[in-house]
Every structure is written in C-alpha cells, then in structure tokens.
Nanobody
Framework: VQLQASGGGTVQAGGSLRLSCAVS????????MGWYRQAPGRQRELVATISSGGSPFYVDSVKGRFTISRDNSKNTVYLQMSSLRPEDTATYYC???????????WGQGTQVTVSS
C-alpha cells in the first residue's frame, strides 16, 4: 500500500487546513482509514478514523474541530481541521485498516505547524 499525505503548512491559531491522503495498492473502498499525528518528542497518536461505510470517529481533543471524510472515487481520505491550536502542531499521517488490523504502512506524513 502507498500513502501520499499532503496539505500541511503553517497557520495561525484559529486557522484551518485541509489534509489529503491519496492511497494506492489496496481496494480503498473496502478499508477503514485513519489519521494519526506525532509531535516532536511524543508518541504517534490517533486523531480520527472513518469506516469503509463512512462512519467517523474522533478523539476528544479534536472533536468538533476536525472532520474526516473520504472519496472512494479518488481513493483519498481527507482531514478538515478548523479552530487550530498550537498543540495541534505535528506531522500528520494516514493509515489503512482491514477489519481490526491496522497496516504497518505510514507514508511520509505532512507537517502542520500552528503558531500562537
């Protein structure tokens, strides 16, 4: 599986960004997808997931601010991020899941920096 994340950048607190992750090498529509992030000196953490049927899940820290979506015709998963905070600064990665098993493939990630 290949994962190409893009859309990161530097924004001021309160701003918005939309991340994209183009996926190839799998039957995209059959897989759940997730966004993770890793800040410097911290462990990689889950941010949001979306099932193959489109049901979203968010961790509490981003609930109400982030929206995960997918376009199966484009094999792409998105993360719309609003009301960004400095603590959202991290490298963001996407990942695929088959059933309950997350893939070991991460892709290169995309950097998000939120300035105060």
């Amino acid at each position: 599986v290949q994962l190409q994340a893009s859309g990161g950048g530097t924004v001021q607190a309160g701003g918005s960004l939309r991340l994209s992750c183009a996926v190839s090498g799998i039957i995209f529509r059959s897989f759940a997808m997730g966004w993770y992030r890793q800040a410097p000196g911290r462990q990689r953490e889950l941010v949001a997931t979306i099932s193959s049927g489109g049901s979203p899940f968010y961790v509490d820290s981003v609930k109400g601010r982030f929206t995960i979506s997918r376009d199966n015709s484009k094999n792409t998963v998105y993360l719309q991020m609003s009301s960004l905070r400095p603590e959202d600064t991290a490298t963001y990665y996407c990942r695929s899941r088959w059933g309950s098993s997350w893939s070991d493939h991460w892709g290169q990630g995309t950097q998000v920096t939120v300035s105060s």
